[in-house]
């Protein structure tokens, strides 16, 4: 049995269904959903590690090459 499924709509701006499709292109996705679905995962796995006190990182030849800043991200919050 699957879990149970909830239709969700959401109005875009053109910019970012273009984005979405670049995306859904990128990845081999099957639809728009199954790229919606990835990122919403990995939000979640950042807020986890945001609210240990870790931070996001971009890490290139084992140094950090820029800090990740997602804004409604912080440390010390609690995530479901």
Do not use: N, Y
């Not at 699957?2 to 239709?7: A, D, H, L, V, Y």
């Amino acid at each position: 049995m699957g879990q149970k499924k909830t239709r969700v709509q959401f109005m875009l701006p053109e910019l970012v269904v273009a984005r979405l499709d670049c995306l859904k292109g990128q990845m081999g996705a099957s639809s728009r959903t199954e790229v919606v679905k990835i990122a919403l995962e990995l939000l979640h796995w950042a807020m986890l590690h945001r609210a240990q006190g870790e931070d996001i990182a971009a890490v290139r030849g084992g140094k950090v090459a820029e800090k990740i800043a997602i804004p409604g991200i912080a440390p010390d919050r609690d995530t479901p």
